[in-house]
């Protein structure tokens, strides 16, 4: 959040406490701002009016868990919307483009899975099944919240395989989603060794975001 997020944010969350007869020390507005720190201010003032709103939980103080349930969904509605969007990727990059999607846990599930063209490559007959791994998956690790290990910076397509073992470079990723909050997960990611990791560390992201950044003001 920039400054004028933080001062909109704290405002509203003291509204919110003086609605519900509370008070928030510093501390726990702080709490707060550290646990949504990853939304848009817009998205948070939405889901505390939703939660206002909710006839069922309407009558508490929200707790963080709370508001981000308003933002997103429940686990089970996001990971449907996960591979949704998933699907969709499939269908308009293709299993030869590298990619970056704008939510984390798509790349660590796509990780676990075997990696990005491995899903390409899946037959209509074994979708369901991939489908019901790649929810359950995906639930489980929104559920460990601050216990997920870390992402790969993106996913690595077949073509930069290629290129890769050929010594030869290699297009930026394609930004799936929101591209601002692609481009935080490629900066967020991991070069750690697990199963479709691309190897290069911090440096080497933030280079491949400035690539991302260049077609993009070229396009």
Same mark, same amino acid.
């Given at each position: ?8 944010? =704290?405002? #509203? ?14 501390? &726990?507005?702080? /709490? ?17 009016? *939703?939660? /206002?709103?909710?006839? $069922? ?20 509605? *996001? #990971? ?5 969007? %998933?699907?969709? !990727?499939?269908?308009? %990059? ?5 990619? =970056? ?9 796509? $990780? $676990? ?17 991939? !489908? ?32 890769? !073992? =050929? ?8 930004? &799936? ?19 479709? %990791? ?7 992201? !933030?280079?491949?975001?400035? /690539? ?8």
């Amino acid at each position: 959040m920039n400054r004028n997020d933080s001062f909109r944010f =704290a405002k #509203a969350l003291v509204a919110l406490a003086e609605y519900y007869g509370r008070e928030l020390s510093e501390g &726990v507005i702080d /709490l707060y701002r550290q646990g949504l720190q990853s939304y848009d201010i817009e998205a948070i003032e939405r889901a505390i009016g *939703a939660h /206002l709103q909710n006839p $069922d939980t309407g009558q508490w103080m929200p707790k963080i868990a709370d508001i981000v349930r308003m933002i997103e969904g429940t686990t089970l509605d *996001a #990971a449907a919307l996960a591979w949704a969007k %998933v699907m969709r !990727a499939v269908g308009s %990059v293709g299993q030869y483009q590298s990619l =970056a999607f704008d939510d984390a846990l798509i790349h660590l599930v796509i $990780d $676990d899975l075997g990696g990005w063209p491995g899903i390409c490559q899946t037959s209509e007959d074994e979708l369901p099944f991939l !489908a019901k791994r790649f929810e359950t998956n995906y639930r489980a690790y929104r559920r460990r919240a601050g216990d997920v290990p870390k992402h790969p910076h993106y996913l690595v397509g077949v073509s930069e395989m290629s290129n890769s !073992a =050929a010594g030869h470079r290699s297009d930026p990723p394609r930004l &799936v989603g929101d591209p601002e909050r692609a481009k935080r997960v490629m900066l967020g990611g991991s070069s750690a060794p697990r199963l479709q %990791v691309s190897s290069f560390g911090e440096r080497a992201a !933030a280079e491949v975001l400035r /690539l991302v950044e260049r077609n993009e003001s070229a396009a």
